[in-house]
């Protein structure tokens, strides 16, 4: 079992940055692919972004791309997720999920029903 826990969320103005992080711990998933996702009140969670297996590929929503970027301390088994330029419609509840299964170590998992361990969420909040 792994145990996600998210942190990092808060209050930003607009065009501010945040790094969330999130934590694993109960087994080390340096080998894992891990997503960011978000969900705004009233609005189904959505995909942010990903990183693969090994590291070497990463993906992103259209919405995020060129603004969050993902990365991973494995010697921390932590994942981070950078956001700079952000926006209003950037508010949301932030969650990371893990991916253990899978045989390709370049695949970036996009949906929801391929990750099998979520975090509770950080709640982020970028005010206009």
């Known amino acids: 079992q792994v145990q996600l826990v998210e942190s990092g969320g808060g209050l930003v103005q607009a065009g501010g940055s945040l790094r969330l992080s999130c934590a694993a711990s109960?087994?080390?998933?340096?080998?894992?692919?891990v997503g960011w996702f978000r969900q705004a009140p009233g609005k189904e969670r959505e995909f942010v972004g990903a990183?693969?297996?090994?590291?070497?590929?990463?993906y992103f929503a259209d919405s995020v791309k060129g603004r969050f970027t993902i990365s991973r301390d494995n010697a921390k088994n932590t994942v981070y997720l950078q956001m700079n330029s952000l926006k209003p419609e950037d508010t949301a509840v932030y969650f990371c999920a893990a991916r253990s299964y899978g045989s390709s170590w370049l695949y970036v998992p996009r949906r929801h029903n391929e990750y099998d361990y979520w975090g509770q969420g950080t709640q982020v909040i970028v005010s206009s």
């Open positions: 990183m693969s297996r090994s590291g070497d590929s990463t």
């Open positions: 109960g087994r080390t998933f340096s080998s894992y692919a």
